[in-house]
C-alpha cells in the first residue's frame, strides 16, 4: 500500500491517523465529479509565455495550523472519516525555488509526524513533492505538477493489489490566511475520482505556534546490542565554511579538479532523526546550490541521504548507509553516461569544528574507486547559528 498522506497524495500508510478540513457547516467530503485527468509531459515547455512557478509556494512560507480528515478505508465504499489537528510549519529553500514542509499532528492513535519536500524544475515548470515519515525515513515517488490560475494539481500512479491507480492532490482556495488541500484516487485513468483526504490550512499570526508533544521513539529490533544512530549527525547542526574540489567528468581518466568556496548550513528535523542541508559555493566554472535531506530509518537503523540541485528539481537515487566508529559509509547504484556505477560517500575527520566529506565512484564493482569531490568543512563561529 502506499505510504503517502494529504499533502502528497496518498493517505494509506496510517489511514486513522489523518486529518482534514471541517467547514463551518460541518460539512463532510464528497467525491469530485468533474475531475482534470492527469497530465504527463515529457518535453520541457519553454516558450516566452509559459508560467514560470518557481515562486508558487511563496504563499505558505510560516506556520499553520492544520485541520485534517482522512477516509478510513479510502479504496473500500467506506464513509468513515477520522479527524486530527496539528502544526504544520513551512520553510523556504533557494528562495523559493522549493520548499520544506513539517508536520506534527495528533490523531486517535497519538501523535506523528511526516515531511513533504518540494522541489521545482526550471526547465519543465513543474514541481516535485516528495513524502516522508519519521517510521521509516524514506521517500515515495514523488508527485508531480503545478499551478495555473492560483490551484496547484499534483499527479502520481501507483499500483495497489494489482491494480493500476493515479492518485491527486490539490492545493486550492489559497488567501493570505488560509488554504486547502485535498487528495483523490481514480481507479478507471482519471474518469471518476474519489476524494479521501482534506487538509484546511489556518496561518499562525504570531509565529508562535502551540507544540504538540513528540511521537514516541520506536524501538527497533535488538536495541541492547545496536547502535542506535538517530542523532550521529547532531555534530554537524550549524553553519560551516565549506571548501570543496570536484573532479570534471568522472570516470574518464580526467585529471582536472575545480575549486570552490562557500557555505553549508545544516538544520535539525525531528529532533535530529532528520536534517536538512544547504549547501551554496562559487568556483571558476560558476556557482553551485544544493541540498541533502537525510533521514533516519529506526528499523534498519541506517540513514537515507536524498540529494538535490536546483538545476534539475529533482533527488537523486537515495545513499544508504550508518556510521560505525565515527564514520559514516553511504552506498547507492547511479547511472552515469548510461552506465551502472557504484557510489560511496564517507564522512570523516570529525571534531566538534571541522569534517571532511569525500565522494567516489566504481565502475568494476568495487574493486577500485575513483575520488571526484571532496569538501573540506569548519565551523563558523563568528556569526549567529543559522540552524536555530
Not at 302 to 312: E, V, Y
Request: with cysteine; charged share 25%; proline share 6%.
Amino acid at each position: 500500500m502506499s505510504k503517502s498522506y494529504l499533502r502528497s497524495g496518498a493517505f494509506f500508510a496510517v489511514p486513522f491517523l489523518v486529518i482534514k478540513v471541517i467547514t463551518l457547516a460541518e460539512e463532510r467530503p464528497e467525491n469530485d465529479k468533474k475531475p482534470s485527468a492527469p497530465v504527463v509531459s515529457s518535453t520541457p515547455r519553454q516558450t516566452p509565455t509559459e508560467h514560470d512557478g518557481q515562486h508558487d509556494f511563496d504563499f505558505e512560507i510560516g506556520p499553520w495550523r492544520t485541520h485534517l480528515w482522512c477516509l478510513r478505508h479510502p479504496l473500500t465504499d467506506s464513509t468513515e472519516w477520522v479527524e486530527s489537528k496539528g502544526i504544520v510549519v513551512v520553510r523556504k529553500v533557494w528562495d523559493g525555488r522549493a520548499n520544506l514542509v513539517e508536520l506534527v499532528a495528533e490523531g486517535p492513535a497519538g501523535p506523528f509526524e511526516f515531511l513533504n519536500l518540494r522541489l521545482y524544475n526550471p526547465q519543465t515548470h513543474q514541481w516535485s513533492d516528495y513524502f516522508a515519515t519519521s517510521k521509516d525515513g524514506t521517500f515515495i515517488r514523488p508527485m508531480i505538477g503545478e499551478f495555473k490560475n492560483g490551484r496547484g494539481e499534483f499527479f502520481f500512479q501507483e499500483k495497489l493489489n494489482g491494480r493500476a491507480m493515479f492518485f491527486r492532490s490539490r492545493i486550492w482556495n489559497i488567501t493570505p490566511g488560509s488554504c486547502r488541500f485535498e487528495d483523490a484516487f481514480s481507479d478507471d485513468g482519471g474518469k471518476t475520482w474519489k476524494v479521501k483526504g482534506i487538509a484546511m490550512d489556518t496561518r499562525v499570526k504570531d509565529e508562535s505556534p502551540p507544540q504538540i508533544s513528540d511521537p514516541p521513539e520506536p524501538t527497533p529490533k535488538n536495541a541492547s546490542t545496536e547502535h542506535d544512530g538517530q542523532h550521529d549527525f547532531d555534530f554537524e547542526i550549524g553553519t560551516w565554511k565549506t571548501h570543496l574540489w570536484r573532479l570534471v567528468d568522472p570516470l574518464t581518466g580526467s585529471t582536472k579538479w575545480v575549486e570552490y568556496e562557500g557555505t553549508s548550513v545544516v538544520r535539525k528535523i525531528w529532533n535530529g532523526r532528520a536534517n536538512l542541508v544547504e549547501l551554496e559555493v562559487d568556483g571558476p566554472t560558476g556557482h553551485i546550490e544544493g541540498l541533502n535531506l537525510r533521514l533516519y530509518n529506526p528499523q534498519s537503523r541506517q540513514w537515507n541521504l536524498n540529494f538535490a540541485s536546483s538545476r534539475s528539481g529533482t533527488l537523486s537515487p537515495p545513499t544508504i548507509g550508518e556510521f560505525k566508529n565515527g564514520r559514516g559509509e553511504f552506498f547507492s547504484q547511479e547511472t552515469l553516461n548510461g552506465q551502472a556505477i557504484l557510489v560511496r560517500f564517507v564522512i570523516s575527520d570529525i571534531t566538534p569544528d571541522s569534517c571532511r566529506f569525500e565522494q567516489a565512484f566504481s565502475d568494476d564493482g568495487r574493486k577500485t574507486w575513483e575520488v571526484n569531490w571532496i569538501a573540506l568543512d569548519t565551523r563558523m563561529k563568528d556569526e549567529a547559528d543559522k540552524a536555530h
